[in-house]
């Protein structure tokens, strides 16, 4: 073999070996601070990501603080301390988003949300009490009222929007309401017409927790004729003794009458004012509280006043007001109770039911159908 030639091929090979070893160097010094600062720059991505998208959390909370404290409501000055935080925060945000900021916009975050669940709390218990309301007697009409502001509330309150959908409640408490004494007018007027076309000789006395009742719905007997109560009487004479060691003069004037006594009164008063005005004041035979005996109209020592709207501005018609429970007498139809007595507010009309009972309507304008659940 040629030497020479061994040694060029040897050569060859060693060129070879050196340049394959730059070209590794090479590619180590070139490609390994690539893969390097790759890496670096993937780190400080995720780590400006991290902070970016926790930064992102903090704005879309502070969004949503900004939206609903506007539909919420609760104590004054808890809301206004939050509005505070909000302009505060609001205030700051030009800034970098500090952690400190974020720990603020958190917290509110947390308070909004537990005021939320407090109005949500608040929102169906109220809906419940309205909802547990009797709508006996709301015609189609009303009731097709009711459903819609009902359906008002439930949209708003799905849309957080508490304010409004409280709003919304206090409007249908107050339909409610008014269409009840409405409704209840118009059942009274219904019952009554109904009540005294019987025949008056089968009717039956109504008692109730042993309370004998007598009103548009439950008449008596044209045989009723107990007279006057002894215990009524008596009450009211003890009542009198005490009323004037206050220097109030107290006159029963008129208590017990018979079926066709009422009979003449009323027919003369519906000659004179006719038959609806006088419904509002007088009784039909068979359907006054007088011919229990225990009905006692009291006046005071100006006469002129006797049985007048203006008597319930005397001081004896506000001591009777006060006192009259105490002996166990009732005032019997109340001032705005019209719709529920289907009377006029008769401020001398006073019902013996006995102290036991008397009792619980003391400091109150309950009317005695509301008492006994009728
Ligand atoms: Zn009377």
Same mark, same amino acid.
Do not use: C
């Given at each position: ?51 970016? =998208?926790? #930064?992102? !959390?903090?704005?879309? /909370?502070?969004?949503?603080? @900004?939206?609903?404290?506007?539909? &919420?409501? *609760? ?40 005021? =939320?669940? #407090?109005? !949500?709390?608040?929102? /169906?218990?109220?809906?419940? @009490?309205?909802?547990?309301?009797? &709508?006996? *007697? ?237």
């Amino acid at each position: 073999m040629n030497k020479r030639h061994i040694s060029k091929k040897q050569a060859l090979k060693n060129r070879t070996k050196r340049l394959v070893l730059f070209i590794v160097i090479l590619g180590v010094v070139i490609y390994g601070p690539i893969k390097f600062k790759h890496i670096k720059l993937n780190k400080s991505q995720a780590v400006a990501s991290e902070r970016f =998208s926790s #930064e992102l !959390e903090s704005i879309q /909370e502070f969004k949503e603080i @900004k939206k609903s404290i506007d539909n &919420l409501y *609760g104590d004054e000055d808890k809301i206004n301390s939050i509005k505070k935080s909000i302009a505060n925060i609001q205030s700051k945000l030009n800034d970098n988003i500090t952690e400190e900021l974020k720990n603020e916009i958190s917290d509110l975050y947390a308070k909004i949300n537990e005021i =939320s669940a #407090e109005n !949500e709390r608040d929102l /169906e218990a109220y809906s419940n @009490k309205i909802n547990s309301e009797d &709508l006996k *007697g709301f015609n189609d009409e009303e009731i097709g009222k009711v459903n819609e502001i009902t359906n008002s509330y439930t949209d708003l309150f799905k849309e957080k929007n508490y304010i409004d959908a409280r709003e919304k409640l206090k409007e249908l408490e107050s339909y409610v309401q008014d269409i009840k004494k409405e409704a209840n007018t118009r059942r009274i007027k219904e019952v009554y017409d109904e009540a005294s076309n019987e025949d008056p000789s089968t009717r039956e006395p109504k008692v109730v927790k042993g309370i004998l009742i007598v009103n548009k719905e439950y008449g008596l007997p044209d045989t009723y004729a107990p007279g006057e109560s002894e215990e009524a009487r008596q009450a009211f004479e003890n009542m009198k003794v005490d009323a004037s060691k206050e220097g109030i003069y107290l006159n029963a004037f008129s208590t017990y009458r018979n079926y066709w006594a009422q009979n003449r009164l009323y027919n003369n008063y519906v000659a004179n004012y006719g038959q609806d005005p006088t419904d509002t004041f007088s009784a039909r035979a068979g359907f006054s509280e007088h011919q229990t005996g225990l009905a006692f109209d009291i006046g005071g020592a100006d006469r002129s006043l006797w049985a007048m709207e203006d008597f319930k501005y005397t001081d004896e018609a506000k001591w009777l007001k006060e006192n009259a429970y105490k002996y166990g007498f009732i005032l019997r139809y109340p001032e705005g109770k019209e719709w529920k007595t289907g009377y006029m507010h008769e401020s001398w009309h006073f019902r013996y039911v006995g102290v036991e009972h008397s009792e619980n309507f003391k400091d109150s304008d309950l009317t005695l159908e509301e008492y006994l659940g009728l």
